[in-house]
Nanobody, 127 residues
Framework: QVQLVESGGGLVQAGGSLRLSCVASGRTSNTRGLGWFRQAPGQARELVAAISRSGQSTYYPNSQEGRFTINRDNAKSTVYLEIHSLKPEDTAVYYC????????????????????WGQGTQLTVSP
């Protein structure tokens, strides 16, 4: 089992930057790909960024406009998401997720590849 705990959300003004953190625990947490998703009210959960188990490979869906940066520190079992030039439409609950596979070296990029989820952290961006 993998446990994930997110932090770093809150109320931020548009134009600013923010870094979310997610601490992973569990015997195989550092051997899994990790990702950040977000879900706004009434909308589907969407992938924001993902990273391989080593941290050497990352994936950003085309829709994310280059404002997101994901990285991880396996020594701290932590994955980070930096968001720059925040917009009100970034308002959502942000979830950290770990891949189902503990042996793959590729970056998980599909919702079905993730099996473990955190409780989420709310980010609200004011105009």
């Amino acid at each position: 089992q993998v446990q994930l705990v997110e932090s770093g959300g809150g109320l931020v003004q548009a134009g600013g930057s923010l870094r979310l953190s997610c601490v992973a625990s569990g015997r195989t947490s550092n051997t899994r790909g990790l990702g950040w998703f977000r879900q706004a009210p009434g909308q589907a959960r969407e992938l924001v960024a993902a990273i391989s188990r080593s941290g050497q490979s990352t994936y950003y869906p085309n829709s994310q406009e280059g404002r997101f940066t994901i990285n991880r520190d396996n020594a701290k079992s932590t994955v980070y998401l930096e968001i720059h030039s925040l917009k009100p439409e970034d308002t959502a609950v942000y979830y950290c997720a770990a891949s189902r596979s503990a042996t793959s070296y590729t970056v998980p990029s599909d919702l079905d590849e993730f099996a473990y989820w955190g409780q989420g952290t709310q980010l609200t961006v004011s105009p």
